[in-house]
Nanobody
Framework: QVQLVESGGGLVQAGGSLRLSCAASGGTFSTYKMGWFRQAPGKERELVARIRSDGSTYYLDSVKGRFTISRDNAKNTVYLQMNNLKPEDTAVYYC??????????????WGQGTQVIVSS
């Protein structure tokens, strides 16, 4: 089955940058819709960014202009470049994959998460 492994999280000061990576194995990566989600303590999980197999992207309004999602199908990897980080970006970030034909809001595979902490 598909396995997703996130990396790149850490502690940064406000205004700093991080690049998260998600390495996929065990599936047909190039056909998947890939998403980055985040969940802060006591808050609901939210979709931060999404990239479809055709390269089209979506971003949460609060991260537009600061975050960029990209994918490298040759490496079976999706990235989230996060610039100008703010304390409200602090959360556990999860990589997720949606198979072709799945409902728009359904993700089939999930990574273990990577912690991002932004200090003020």
């Amino acid at each position: 089955q598909v396995q997703l492994v996130e990396s790149g999280g850490g502690l940064v000061q406000a205004g700093g940058s991080l690049r998260l990576s998600c390495a996929a194995s065990g599936g047909t990566f190039s056909t998947y819709k890939m998403g980055w989600f985040r969940q802060a303590p006591g808050k609901e999980r939210e979709l931060v960014a999404r990239i479809r197999s055709d390269g089209s992207t979506y971003y949460l309004d609060s991260v537009k202009g600061r975050f960029t999602i990209s994918r490298d199908n040759a490496k079976n990897t999706v990235y989230l470049q996060m610039n100008n980080l703010k304390p409200e970006d602090t959360a556990v970030y999860y990589c997720a994959a949606s198979r072709y034909g799945s409902p728009a809001f359904k993700y089939d595979f999930w990574g273990q998460g990577t912690q991002v902490i932004v200090s003020s």
